[in-house]
């Protein structure tokens, strides 16, 4: 039997997903169900004097309004609401808990009724009268009130002193503004009230254990009280990374009702919940008149909220890439009257490497040196800040195989040099780069008599294909066909899963499974060795594998038992397992994921029109557990920085501290026309010290570097560098 582990295996969940069989928080249908909708707040910051109920309760088929004035009992200290990702420093966001408004789109009030449409009609029927305050929105206003952030990497050398003496040198601002999560699906959490207080919560989110060890603290309920299901996930990439506030509305309503309860969120209330924050990024580059740095600098200033510090890496990834003796980051933040912002897919090195790889790109243009020449000339075999080598780093095969598929060579340095009929062509490229986390995780194994397994583990798939790779995975270690294996998952019920987040589960789960198939491996052998003159005699569980449905001795394939038959006479119709693999870090070793991005940008001559024409993103992750959904991740992630380079902007109205496009019409994401040729490469990246499998992530490395890219080969077709994104039209006339 061929291996599935590397092969293009296509989407168990495939024809579920398609059909419709598959269902999400906010479908699942239970008897009695009650309708809810969000009332949010139109001001920034201040308090809720008044708030009048009377007109939405007067409407036929209102069941209730629940506000800060008559909710149920919910916990008091901040603790109680800290889940398994929120930020360390501050205090979350508790929904209708008092009368203060921290953000604009905040929940204030929640009207429950007896069928969606009335619930929202209702709605609109509540009047508020607040106490505003002053308030700030717009992060370029607060520079001055930004604080640093403490992070662990420490700087090297003195960057300041060799920037100046530098022979070349480059320094430049760059801006990420605002973006939005806009994931197919909405929020939405179907709340089952199964009697005697105990809950079966349906809810969009990537963590059902975060989820259900949250509910259980802000609500003061007990383990069994609660379970959290969340088999299918129509994509979250972040924003359900925490559990928001959907659940702890929908929940607080089917409390107070004994009642099951469905709240749905709106896309426009869907951005009052978290972001990409907009962040300034300054880096200084000095380099020798070869090419070779000498000082890195790399600055950002992002927006938190006033309740809570959140902040990602944007800055260590620009003195880890590239060799440098001399390096200083800082990251600072500054608090707006905003919500807390939130993991975007890859936070942090999607806007930190933008602004590094640009920089590269201009400090390229100033020495006059090909872009990819001057990636070269900095490579560095060891991680930079740790000075450890990495488990593996095949980048410079990403470089060789990207730039072979683009055609790279072909490329005239000058800009405004390359053309198409009337259009303007431009080609760039950058470096991308992300850590290749594990996360300790269990699997369980039900094997029975018939040839079938059922693994099961509490991770959420986002979309990503986990269902599809614990199959590979189980179906290699078990023996089995993959039609004979299936996976359970998004239940918290089932084996220890933290949040699917950080492109982690696929190295975690996998490695979850192959310990615990190790001892159905082990039961299975004892069983075939009990058999009288069983040909595994004397064998130990390492000198066997299963495959095709037998237990086999790697050495003589001759040796060998069927499964069926060790069980049947063992007298045995189900072996069942459950194991945790864990990680260690050994500290030798920086782990990562690696990527060479190329773009090819035509741009209309007379409009400025831009069209991103091609694509080829080479990408070093180790072992590719299922080359089809891995490249579907990397292809997805390409389109995002798409998105990001040329569309994406959250715009907040400062005047009102209100978000002008909260909605998927003006705020722009690349549809089909926007997109063309996409070529993912995986180049060949063994690894044998990161996990005994060899496998890293894939999906937020996909997105890495993609959008500096586009803006670089902006940059080649007309000779104009736009710094803040995205870049539109306008920005190049001006
Ligand atoms: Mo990811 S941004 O950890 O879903």
Known sequence: MKPYIGTPTSRVDGSAKVTGAAQYAGEFNVPGLAYACVVASTIPKGRIARIDTSRALAVEGVIEVLTHQNRPKMAGTDKAYKDDVAPEEGSPFRPLYDDTVKFNGQPIALVVAEEWEIARFAATLVR??????????????????????????????????????????????????????????????????????????????????????????????????????????????????????????????????????????????????????????????????????????????????????????????????????????????????????????????????????CAMDELAVALKIDPMELRLRCYSDRDQNQDVPFTSKQLKECYRQGAEAFGWDKRKPEPRSMRDGNELVGWGMATGVWEALQMPMAARIVLTGNGHAEVSCATSDIGTGTYTIMAQVAADMLGLSIENVTIKLGDSTLPQSPVEGGSWTAASVAQAIAVTADEVRKELLGLAQKMSNSPLAGAQPDDVILADGMIVSKEDAKRAVSIADAMRHGGVDRIEHEQSASFKDDGKHAQNTHSAVFAEVKIDGQLGVIRVTRVVSAVAAGRILNTKTASNQIMGSVVWGIGMALHEETLVDHHFGRIMNANIAEYHVPVNADVHDIKVIFVDEPDNIINPLGIKGVGEIGIVGVAAAIANAVYHATGKRVRDLPITLDKLQR
């Not at 200083?328 to 936070?347: F, G, I, N, Q, W």
Request: aromatic letters at 10%; glycine letters at 6%.
């Open 128 to 357: 508020v009268e607040y106490e505003a305050e002053a308030y700030a929105t717009d992060l370029h206003a607060r520079i001055d009130k930004a604080f640093v952030v403490k992070k662990p990497d420490k700087p090297r050398g003195d960057a300041a002193k060799t920037y100046t003496a530098a022979q070349v040198r480059h320094e430049a601002e760059y801006f990420i503004p605002i973006e939005h999560h806009n994931p197919m699906e909405l929020f939405a959490s179907t709340v089952r009230w199964d009697g005697a207080g105990k809950l079966t919560v349906y809810d969009k989110t990537q963590g059902v254990q975060n989820v259900q060890r949250y509910v259980c603290s802000v609500f003061g309920m007990n383990d069994d009280d609660v379970r959290v299901m969340s088999p299918f996930v129509g994509g979250a990439f972040g924003s359900g990374l925490r559990p928001q506030y959907e659940v702890v509305l929908a929940v607080l309503a089917a409390r107070k009702l004994e009642r099951s309860v469905r709240l749905m969120l709106t896309r426009q209330q869907m951005y009052g919940l978290g972001y990409r924050p907009a962040t300034i990024e300054r880096v200084a580059l000095g380099a020798k008149a070869d090419g070779r740095l000498d000082s890195i600098s790399h600055e950002a200033i992002a927006m938190t909220s006033q309740y809570e510090e959140f902040s990602r890496n944007d800055t260590s990834w620009s003195a880890q890439l590239y060799k440098s003796a001399n390096a200083k980051y800082e990251h600072k933040l500054a608090r707006l009257d905003v919500p807390t912002p939130s993991d975007m897919r890859a936070p942090g090195a999607a806007t930190g490497v933008y602004a590094l790889e």
